[in-house]
């Protein structure tokens, strides 16, 4: 069975300090890596996707992200957060024929200003 | 482009009521997601539905829970009796095809 596990539970950092989250999942065949991120109040909306290609992808906000096959990982940088990156961080996976997404538990980014 | 709807956003029920939450997907996608979010977890799957048909409900407890989506648009995800353990968010999501999710804001139940 698919799983995805994130390394920290919370993250606390100062502004313009760099970010980097762990993702790494379980399946051994194609995937879909995603992340998505809650901000406060708000709903789960989509941060940046990788389907095929380019490993390196760049998602909205400054956000990128690293598919490292070898490693079964996706983790997520930042070079420089901001207070308004406080937010909670999902990253998720769907792979073979299936459109179903797995969920990691999340990691609380707080940004102290 | 209005995203998804759902409602009620917050519920509060004693133990053994029935319950109901609504969900109206993006215009045009015919995948609809329902996924149970407990506190401090990611959410998990509970059904999907791919126009009017539920194409993978493995993880809906059907004792208790059901759904439908009738004409392969609104859908209606129905507890009955509802548990303590129940108490979660409750989040609908939809697609074209299998593509991008998206997400509405979930409906937060408590269930006393």
Redesign the interface.
Known sequence: AQS?SQHNHHVILSEAASLELGCNYSYGGTVNL?W?VQYPG?????LL?YFSGDPLVKGIKGFEAEFIKSKFSFNLRKPSVQWSDTAEY?C?V?GGS????I????TKLSVKP | EAGVVQSPRYKIIEKKQPVAFWCNPISGHNTLYWYLQNLGQGPELLIRYENEEAVDDSQLPKDRFSAERLKGVDSTLKIQPAELGDSAVYLCASSFDQNEQFFGPGTRLTVL
Not at chain 1, 98 to 101: D, R, V
């Open positions: 995805v995603f998505y708000q709903h789960l909306q989509l996707k999902f998720a769907n299936q459109g179903n997404l969920f990691g538990k999340g």
